[in-house]
């Protein structure tokens, strides 16, 4: 009878059923694992590349180096830098568009549409996945508790067909049925906390994103203020 609440006892006695949904959310672990270790590399890189482009971009602008800052943007070893994907959409337009003249392009504004478009894309690769690991937070304890509803029916069944009643006929089948409950809530409650774990990560990259485009349009407004100035200066001389 103690081999009926052992893992592999209880893995005996269930029916097809039962043993469909343990296997289901044995999925559900395993994908939400492998996805919150690859999320959780990625944030890491994303954290690290990104304070290495910040301290190298800086001394590059301040010397208007802008073609040696674009190339730090796009080397390899910065590919998973939010900061350095955002930089780099706004000074690659910036420098595309700042030969043309002023009736034809507001240079700035331009360069800022392009930071916000590419502060978007990198905001939805961030969270690339996680909509499954909410789906899966929220629907386990669901899936387990059909397991439960179901292994409950088949322990009052098999002690209709074998005319025996009282708690000893039906203890088994109940932990085995209730062991769905608690492996769909073994699996969703870590899911719930690593979801918003991950959320809470992505909205700090999006401040650090919002202040570094803010800090590149500003040096964009005086790089051109500057310009013109430059322009008035020689044009009246």
Excluded: C
Excluded at 3 to 12: A, S
Excluded at 212 to 230: H, I, K, P
Aim: no cysteine.
């Amino acid at each position: 009878m103690q081999d009926h609440f052992t893992l592999i006892g209880m893995w005996g006695q269930m029916g097809w059923i039962g043993k469909g949904v343990v296997v289901v959310l044995a999925i559900m672990s395993v994908y939400s694992l492998g996805l919150s270790i690859e999320r959780a590399w990625r944030f890491h890189k994303a954290r690290k590349q990104s304070l290495e482009v910040a301290m190298r971009v800086t001394p590059l602008l301040e010397s208007h180096r802008i073609d040696d800052a674009i190339s730090l943007m796009r080397h390899k070893d910065y590919n998973n830098s939010h900061i350095g994907r955002v930089l780099g959409a706004g000074l690659h337009k910036y420098q595309k568009d700042r030969g043309r003249s002023a009736e034809e392009l507001d240079v700035v504004e331009s360069s800022r549409r392009a930071i916000d478009r590419e502060a978007l894309m990198t905001t939805a690769d961030m969270k690339k996945g996680l909509s499954n690991l909410a789906t899966i937070s929220t629907t386990a304890p669901f899936i387990g508790l059909f397991g439960t509803v179901i292994g409950i029916i088949t322990a009052f069944r098999g002690m209709a067909v074998a005319g025996s009643g009282g708690l000893g006929a039906v203890s088994a089948g109940i932990a085995e049925a209730l062991s769905a409950t608690a492996l769909g809530l073994f699996v969703a409650i870590p899911a719930v906390w690593l979801y918003n774990y991950f959320l809470a990560k992505i909205e700090r990259f999006q401040v650090e994103m919002t202040n570094a485009s803010s800090e590149l349009v500003d040096y964009f407004v005086e790089t051109e203020g500057r310009n013109q100035s430059l322009a008035g200066t020689r044009s009246s001389s």
